[in-house]
Structures are given as C-alpha cells and as structure tokens.
C-alpha cells in the first residue's frame, strides 16, 4: 500500500468531545458570551483537531510549493513562465513577500521544487529549497492531460512526505503556491469540483485586461472538454487538468490531517488544493482553517465548498502563502484565549445579572 | 495653554511626499501590481504618518483606560457595575482576553483608572495600573451631564500625558477600554457626531434582551434630550454624554497623532473616542488604524464617519482592546512589505509581459 492509500485510511476528523471541552472553559471565561466570536470559534476547532485544551501553535511551518505549467503557451498570464523559477530564486534570496510574511508570523518557510521549468541545482545544494520535481512543467492541458495518474500520485505524496516528516516538530502548518499560469488550473478543477460555470469563476489572476480575460475562460473550457475530468476522482481532476504544485499542496493537506494538526489555506491555488484533498479525503476538510478571501472570484465559491469560512479579507491576491501566514497570529490569539484567560472563578469576577 | 490646546495646534496631516516614495517602490515589488492589497495601502499610510520608508513598528505599546458610568443605575447593562473594578484587577493579574492577545502581538500593556468606582489603590502602589482617576464613576446621563467640562479637558489630557511620556520609545499605539454600561455613553456620542438616529446606532452591548435593548434606547434618547449635546464640540459631547476613559481614548489619539505614530483603533467604545478626537483635530484621523469590524451596529456608521476600513472582521464584542491587538500584526507585515520585499529589479525577476 503506497503512503497515500495509507494516510487516506488514517485521516479521522476532529474529535467532537475535545470541541465540547474547550466550549466548557470559553463560556466561562472573564468575558460576555463568546465575545471574541471567531476567535473563539477556532480556539473550539483547534481542540477539537489536536485533542487538547492547550494546543501548541508556535512552531509553524509554511510550505511553498513551485512548479510550471504546460498552458502558459495559450498565453493566459500577464507575466513570462520564466517568472516561476525566478521567484524561486527570489524566495531562496529572502526576497519575496512570503519571506517578509512568514517572519512576521514566526514560521519556518520550506520551498519545494515540484516541477519548475528551469535550473535550481545550486538552490538545492545549498539548502534553500527542496527537490521534489516530477518534471520541469506539466503539459498543456488545453491540449492533453496535465500529468498522467502516476504523477498525480507522485506530487501528492511528495507533499505529503515533507509534512510527515515534520511529524511532532510542527504545530501548525501552512500553504502556499508559485506557478506562472497556475490561476488557469486552479478554475478548471474550481469548474469541476463545484459545478460552477468558468465564466463564474474566472479572474485576472496577475492582472490581465478584457480580452485576454475572455481568452482565459476560453482556455480553460477547451481544457475541461478535451480533458474530461471525473469530478467523483480527485486524483482524475488532479492530472486532467491540476498542476504539480496543486498536488503537493493536497499533499500538505492531507498530511496536516493524518498529524491531528490545523493546516491554514492561502488563497486561491491552495484552495483548489484543498478542494482536491476534499475529495481524497472529506475529514480532511476538519484540519483546514482557510486563512483569507482571494479577490479572485472563484475563491468564495470554492470555499463555501468546504464549508470554510475565511479569517481575513485583505484584497490580496498574490498567492506564496502571504494571507496563510498573515492569519496564523490568530491562531496564536486562539489558542492564548484557551490556554490563559481566566474564568470567572477563577478571577473572582461577578457573572450576568440573573 | 494647556496640553490639549498645545497638542491641538501641533496635529499635522500625514505627509503625502512619504506616501508617495513608498507607492514607488511598493509598485516595483516583486509581485503583480499591489497583490497584497489592504497591507499595503497600510504601508503607504506608515510611512505617510511617520516620515520614513523604514518606519518601526515593534514597539507597541496598548493602552486600556477604564471607567465607570453612573448612568448603570439605569439598567442598560447585563453585568454589575462592579465588574469594571474586578476586571481592571483582571487585567492586573494577567487573566484576562487583552493579556492573552497583547502577548501574541508583542505590545506592552497599560492599564488606567481613568475613574473606576473602587478602591484599586494597591494595583497602583504595585506598578500594576496608572491613576489618572478623575472620580469615581460620570454622573447618569439619563438625568444630567456625564463630567464638567473642566473635567473632560482633564481626562482627554491624561490620555495625552501618558502618551506623549513614552515619546520616542514607541513605535505602535493601540486603544482599549473597560467599563460596564460604556455602550451606552459610545451610542449617544455616535447619535450626536454622526446624526444618525439612536434606533440605529445601538447594540446589545454584553448581551441584553430586547426588552432590555428598547429600554436601553428610551435612555440614550433621553440623556441627549437632557444635555442637548452640542455636536460641533468635542469637549461639550464628551462631557455631556461622555465617559472618563472615553476621554482618555481621545487623549491617547491625539497624542499618537502629535508623535506623528499609528495608533490601532479598537471596536465600539474606541470608536466613540476616536469620533470625539476627530472633532477636536480634524487631522488625528490620518493616524488612526481601524482594528476591526465590531458586531455592534453603531460601528460600521461611526467608522464611516471616519472614512476607515477596518482590517478584521472576526465578531468581536469584547472591547479592552483585543481588536486593536488582533489587528497588530497586520502592521508588522505592512512594514516588512515596505522594507524586505525585493523589487523585480533588485532581484532580477521578469516584469509583466508588454
């Protein structure tokens, strides 16, 4: 049985008496009723996923996952493939905005080659990045499949290794994506998964004008009908019409799940991530805390999907986990309102006029 | 002159040449054309209010004045009024909502009886709190006004005072409040300075029924027709409708504003500070920072009135503060947006196609 099979067998959701614990102590807290609102509702779900009324949250770890795409040849973005091993090189440098994010939130950045167009040796050799390239781009999926099964397999389960192996080392991790074209992808497995028109869903992604808007939807149509992705096969839509670092990023996911540990979604390519894992594995859904609403409209359809909610709404849309890592202080805020707040009690604070 | 008057004459607007030099290299980043949204409009502000490119942002300090209302006698709140004094030992003792998020965003706590009705003389002799007291409690509104007018010139000057003293060792102020029955002083300083009717402004405050909440209506509609606030004075509001931290949260805008630092503005009560501020120096409002969305309705009105977004949105009814500190790591990340960021230039990424 491959790591993938096995980790699907040993996802099981959040536990429902650890929630009705923590629900316990924040009703009693120095506080009127849950008056930190969604704060509370996610110190609630970080019990319920760690089994504990006192969840570590401080060692975090985001993970960016990098790799081309085969449709840039269509022309669907603003910006030259080349851009994607280039930003590698810029995250690896300390450069990009993800750099400055993650040390904003204190998390370990981890950089993943899964199949970038380019040479990255020296970034592998000297540390900065990890390798785990399928090859240097998936095909063009307005002409064939992006991948083939066994590469949808491969790129899952190279994000799932990397999150295992961090095993009792991470509390909270988080994901992130760089992939010149890869909104393209991203609305085609949105299309499949949701049931939503691509018109619906499709945005400017970088930044594109009308037409080349119209062009993209085009594309991405083009590439459900020669594609023909089974909705009811996430690893079908993966290699259909997903890309490399979409799979790790499901592979992240899946893998949060299977350690019990909360997983922040960035914005719209990790979601179409997490709407892969979904399908993999429903519970999996239990782990995700989705960190912010992209101004790319597909997004809300994709996350009312998952039943999520996002924390922020910060009108980004740049994608590299820069709104995973700018929510992951609330998870701090969560789990410090579980952990140190005092309750009524225990503060000798006279409660509600009866 | 006086402190305030001084203070008034030495607010100036955030400086546009600074935002404009920090637009110019923020739109150079390494990113598509300001993907990271609401962080950084918040980073051309920084550096507007602080005249720099580089400004600091660690040294966050969170101020919480509390008060009490003698307009409790009414019973407009849920809870006795005796728990503003057993909060601010609360707060003292480490255990309560704001210790538990100051701490995640690494800002100092300081705590102010700017007029609590109880003896809270050992929090002051141990360090724990400020005296600023001005007495024990405002008069009911419901039957005159709130404090004389020499007396909110003092409590606003207290404000002042304590954050002028921290001058050049503070990089972030941030405002809270504690003080049982302080929605309904907030909601009539709403009314008057945003002409906007009572019915609409007000809010269950820690949690009151309806009859409770039309109850609460008839006596803010009361205590206006009985001081007849006059709304092109700051001064005359919050001494007719006022209360003494209210005062207090102006004193420490105002104050943030003459150093030329943001200063995070909290939910409801802050916000009823904040519209009293903006009445007495037009111009502090370039230096306040909206914490959040409050679920009280009054707030999105009163926030209008300012011309501010606020950056969260989490369902936060709690006030001391905790929004404000919520919402304080999103100006660390503005602030690393501006000064760690690569632009395509300096990191030798490609540019958008022509």
Redesign the interface.
């Known amino acids: 049985m491959g790591l993938l099979e096995e980790t699907l067998e040993q996802i099981v959701p959040k536990d429902s008496k650890w929630e009705t614990r923590a629900v316990d102590r924040l009703e009693r ?5 849950w ?5 509370m509702d996610l110190a609630r779900s970080l019990a319920g996923m760690t089994r504990s009324l006192d969840p570590r949250v401080d060692r975090k770890v985001m993970i960016v996952m990098a790799g081309d795409h085969g449709v840039t040849a269509e022309g669907v973005s ?3 493939a ?2 994607t091993a ?2 590698v ?2 995250f690896a ?5 993800i ?3 993650a ?3 204190g998390a370990r950045l981890v950089v993943v080659n899964m199949g970038v167009n380019g040479d990255l040796t020296d970034l592998v050799q000297e540390g900065h990045i990890l390798d785990r390239s399928i090859r240097s781009g998936t095909g063009n999926i307005a002409q064939g499949p992006a991948m083939s099964r066994d590469e949808a397999v491969r790129c899952v389960e190279a994000g799932l290794e990397i999150t295992l192996g961090f095993g009792d080392r991470v509390d909270v991790l988080g994901t992130g994506d760089m992939g010149i074209g890869n909104t393209t992808p991203s609305t085609a497995i949105a299309a499949v998964l949701t049931g939503v028109s691509v018109e619906k869903l499709v945005g400017r ?3 594109i004008g009308d037409e080349q808007l119209a062009h993209k939807v085009g594309v991405i149509q083009q590439a459900l009908e020669v594609n023909r992705p089974d909705s009811r096969d996430g690893l079908d839509v993966l290699a259909r019409v997903g890309g490399f670092e979409i799979g790790g990023i499901a592979g992240v996911i899946l893998g949060a799940a299977r350690l019990k540990k909360p997983v922040v979604i960035d914005g719209f390519i990790s979601t179409a991530g997490a709407l892969i894992a979904s399908r993999l594995a429903p519970q999996s859904v239990d782990y995700m805390v989705a960190g912010h609403q992209s ?1 790319e409209p597909g997004h809300r359809v994709m996350l009312a999907e998952l039943g999520k909610r996002p ?8 994608g590299e986990g ?1 709104g995973a ?2 929510a992951m ?2 998870l ?2 969560a789990a ?2 579980l ?4 309750t009524f009690e ?8 009866p």
């Open positions: 807290l120095t506080m009127p009723h008056a930190l609102g969604r704060v603003l910006y030259p080349e851009v280039q930003m090189r810029n440098a300390g450069g990009a905005g750099n400055a994010l040390k904003v939130c992604g970088t930044g101004v924390l922020l709404d910060l009108d980004l849309r740049l820069t890592a700018l202080p609330i701090d805020a410090g309102v952990t140190q707040v005092s225990e503060a000798a604070v006279s409660g509600a006029i």
